[in-house]
């Protein structure tokens, strides 16, 4: 409380204040007291003058009257005053006090000087003669309107001095007393205000810190008792506001925290305010090390610093947004929305971008586009040989009947190409529209496996080559759809006997590992560059088109292979060495069996 700095300076000037007031006061009583004495022995020095004025004249008038100067002495001694009688030229004529021939010229006298040019002169001064202080008053003697000489009045002024000095001496004493009660008595007023003033700063002070919750005691009524309520009213608001405030901010941090797109903000000075870490993991940076700092510093993507620069400028409106599409590195694209950011006011105080990663989608708009070019093509071609040869039977009217079968034979594979085609693409688009859970129920994979292989034997054999099975005697239950297993198989199966030359072998594999079951089918046939092996299972890709058209293939019998797979919640992988052979290895998941003896995916 006594600490308190306002207290004191509040104190100091009140102080100051009281004192300067006691001083003024002081000696403002003092000097009219002063100055109402003197004239009060000025008047009475008057009086007393005009007292020995007519005697003064008749004695200047017929000079050498010896009783003349002990009348003066008489009536000095009688009222108690000086009195002193001068010629025009100076000379004491007569003194109550003195000698008069001990007395030197008078003339130049200040009280006498005044009275020649004013009628009445005054003086206080040392009396050399008396070793006192004295007041003088000096008046004119006149006759016939001739100045004679003057009469002068004197009185000792020690008796007022020392009653002056009493007085002063009762004045400084009150004015100490006065001040001393006063500045007590501002003491207490000082802190009967600064107290409560003292409690608000430290509320004040534990608001700052976050602590909402104290609150000014509530016992007076006057201003500073409104203050205080006031001032409780204003914590129980801003506590409130907090509270929304932190709701709002862990909303929104969530909201941002969980957004797939990247957000990043900033200032107007372009420093970064807020990245998620969604941004953070697009951009390649650590958004906590980027707080604070210019975002073309952290961020080396000038298209994003260029974007955020032109919303800073202002070049889009509230309701617009900036955007660009961009390439971050290989095989990543983005797509960025930038607006300005602007106060209550309207003023534009940052900038906030959105980050979209639009790679998946470049990505499948590639594979719609090879699709559509590959699908094209694919069916252009059987298309294009079936209206030639059926032109060629219109127009030529006497072709003999062996071309003319040759021809319509051509035509047959051709549709029946065009017709696997078609189909492949049903089956394709039936097995991406499905959703992850597989229709079907359980079933033996190992006798699709021993059953696929069977049927494919007789075509391996015509062909000169060996299939052999190694299939595990337990069986392998599997949750699915069987047909789709089947033709999984058969495209396989189909797809090494097309490649392995006549001589060649291959053998199917089917084990349980844990809960999977794996699949193998290996070939020894012409094998698959390693730059082919990451694409063979896409639609319509063939790694020597010119023989894959040669032996019938469509291009979509290992894209269905994988969709198959990929609908079991399963995989297929390749391993191939080129003039070696292939083997494709197919995972699915074993199905597990409820209490009911229910199978269980």
Same mark, same amino acid.
């Given at each position: ?251 929104? %941090?969530?909201?941002?925290? @969980?957004?797939? &797109?990247? #957000?990043? /903000? *900033?200032?107007?000075?372009?420093? +970064? ?65 930038? %607006?300005?950011?602007?106060? @209550?006011?309207? &003023?534009? #105080?940052? /900038? *906030?971008?959105?980050?979209?990663? +639009? ?243």
């Amino acid at each position: 409380m006594f600490k308190s700095r306002i207290l004191w300076k509040l104190y100091a000037g009140y102080s100051a204040l009281i004192v300067i007031t006691t001083v003024i006061v002081g000696v403002l009583i003092s000097g009219r007291i002063e100055s109402d004495t003197l004239d009060e022995i000025r008047q009475s020095l008057n009086a007393r003058a005009a007292m020995l004025k007519k005697a003064s004249i008749e004695n200047l008038q017929s000079p050498g009257d010896p009783e003349f100067q002990a009348h003066v002495g008489a009536l000095g001694d009688e009222i108690k005053t000086r009195l002193t009688v001068i010629r025009a030229d100076g000379t004491v004529v007569a003194d109550s006090e003195e000698n008069p021939e001990d007395m030197d010229d008078h003339s130049d006298r200040p009280e006498v000087v005044q009275a020649q040019s004013r009628g009445v002169g005054t003086s206080v001064r040392f009396s050399d003669t008396l070793k006192v202080r004295m007041m003088y008053l000096a008046l004119p003697l006149e006759a016939d309107n001739k100045l004679l000489g003057y009469i002068r009045t004197s009185l000792s002024l020690t008796g007022i001095d020392r009653r002056l000095g009493h007085i002063r001496s009762a004045v400084a004493w009150s004015a100490v007393l006065s001040a001393v009660a006063a500045l007590v008595l501002g003491l207490l007023l000082a802190r009967h205000f600064i107290k409560p003033l003292s409690s608000m700063t430290v509320v004040a002070g534990s608001m700052s810190r976050g602590d909402y919750e104290q609150r000014l005691p509530m016992t007076r009524s006057d201003e500073i008792g409104k203050l205080s309520k006031a001032f409780n009213v204003m914590a129980d608001s801003c506590r409130q506001r907090n509270e929304t405030i932190v709701t709002n901010r862990n909303r929104l %941090s969530a909201i941002l925290g @969980g957004m797939t &797109e990247g #957000v990043v /903000a *900033v200032n107007a000075d372009e420093s +970064v305010l807020h990245m998620n870490q969604a941004a953070g993991e697009l951009l390649g940076v650590s958004p906590e090390e980027c707080m604070g700092k210019p975002i073309w510093e952290v961020v080396r993507f000038q298209d994003i610093s260029e974007i955020l620069n032109a919303a800073l400028r202002g070049l889009t409106g509230p309701q617009d947004d900036l955007q660009i599409d961009a390439q971050l590195k290989k095989d990543q694209f983005i797509e960025v929305h930038a %607006s300005p950011l602007r106060d @209550g006011q309207g &003023e534009l #105080v940052g /900038a *906030v971008v959105v980050i979209h990663d +639009v790679s998946e989608v470049k990505k499948l708009a590639m594979v719609r586009r090879e699709f559509v070019a590959n699908a094209s093509h694919e069916l252009k071609t059987p298309i294009t040989a079936i209206r030639g040869l059926v032109e060629t039977l219109i127009d030529d009217k006497d072709l003999d009947e062996s071309k003319q079968d040759r021809f319509l034979g051509k035509i047959k594979d051709q549709s029946m190409r065009l017709s696997s085609i078609v189909g492949d693409l049903l089956t394709l688009s039936r097995l991406e529209s499905k959703s992850d859970d597989t229709e079907g129920g359980p079933f033996d994979l190992r006798q699709i496996v021993v059953s696929s292989v069977r049927t494919f034997s007789q075509m391996g054999a015509e062909q000169g080559i060996v299939i052999e099975t190694d299939a595990t005697d337990d069986a392998v239950n599997i949750m699915g759809d069987a047909a789709a297993l089947r033709q999984l198989m058969s495209n396989l199966l189909d797809n090494a006997v097309k490649y392995t030359p006549q001589g060649g072998r291959i053998d199917v594999r089917l084990r349980a590992a844990g809960d999977q079951a794996v699949i193998e089918v290996q070939d020894t046939g012409i094998g698959i560059e390693p730059r082919d092996q990451a694409r063979i299972f896409e639609r319509f890709y063939r790694v020597d088109k010119a023989r894959s058209r040669e032996l019938g293939g469509t291009g979509l019998g290992l894209s269905i292979v994988k969709h198959i797979a990929i609908t079991h919640n399963g995989s297929v992988t390749v391993d191939s060495t080129p003039g070696s052979g292939s083997t494709f290895r197919v995972v699915l998941p074993i199905a597990s069996t409820r209490a009911n003896g229910q199978p269980q995916e």
